[in-house]
């Protein structure tokens, strides 16, 4: 079994939109309109349905994150570069942790960002 999709609301859907096809490569599906509902699938496949964050709705818990992987530490330095020079700032650069090659962001005013590759062999 794999997981297909995940629907994440957000409080600005055209603008999460931008964000994951700008710097994480999903590709729109459908809309049905910029603000309404988006349907992004990622590079491997995976289904990110983006929809309004209802108004007066909870924050995300502090630990939530969404996580991409990369295949190498190089990626991912490569990914922070990137993030930077478009005005993102990192918790951290990319370090060691837990046999991975990590850092974490905050995107879109909301959401923590969490990109890694594994650094052991597996």
Same mark, same amino acid.
């Given at each position: 079994?794999t997981?297909n999709?995940?629907?994440?609301?957000?409080?600005?859907?055209?603008?999460?939109?931008?964000?994951?096809?700008?710097?994480?490569?999903f590709?729109p599906e459908?809309s049905?309109?910029?603000?309404?509902?988006t349907?992004?699938?990622?590079? $491997?496949? /995976? !289904?990110?349905?983006?929809?309004? =964050?209802p108004?007066?709705?909870?924050a995300?818990?502090?630990a939530f994150?969404?996580?991409f992987?990369?295949?190498?530490?190089?990626?991912v330095?490569a990914k922070?570069q990137?993030?930077?020079?478009?005005?993102?700032?990192?918790?951290?650069?990319p370090r060691?942790m837990? $046999?991975? /090659? !990590?850092?974490?962001?905050?995107? =879109?005013g909301?959401?923590l960002?969490?990109?890694?590759a594994?650094?052991?062999?597996?």
């Open positions: 079994m997981l999709h995940l629907n994440l609301p957000v409080p600005d859907v055209a603008a999460a939109s931008t964000f994951f096809t700008t710097f994480f490569d590709t459908s049905k309109d910029a603000s309404s509902l349907v992004l699938r990622g590079p $491997d496949g /995976f !289904v990110l349905v983006l929809m309004p =964050l108004a007066g709705a909870a995300y818990p502090k994150h969404v996580g992987g990369c295949a190498t530490p190089a990626e330095q922070h990137q993030l930077v020079a478009a005005g993102y700032s990192a918790h951290q650069g060691p837990r $046999d991975s /090659f !990590v850092f974490y962001f905050q995107a =879109l909301f959401l960002v969490e990109v890694s594994p650094t052991a062999a597996e």
